[in-house]
């Protein structure tokens, strides 16, 4: 059950004020849109893109071992970080 635990408290705090909770936010303010619709249709794509994150990562476990896959993971999240504080022009 630990395991399960730190999967909710770690993918709800991923999820928290990231892009896809602020576009939602956004369809949720439309005037005459269900808030239930939306609900229903974000918490499906969330779902989805979990199973196929589920599924790409069972059978990439199956090739890389895992602790290879949280270090290419943790590289690839501080790459993305150094990536974003770069100015743009």
Known sequence: MKTYAAIFASVLLAELGDK???ATLLFA????VSRTGV???AAAALVTSTLLAVLVGA???EWVAPSMLKTIAGVAFV???????LPRT
């Open 20 to 22: 896809t909770q602020l």
């Open 29 to 32: 303010t439309s005037p005459g």
């Open 39 to 41: 609900f229903l249709a």
């Open 59 to 61: 059978r990439l476990g």
């Open 79 to 85: 790459a993305i970080g150094v990536w974003m504080l």
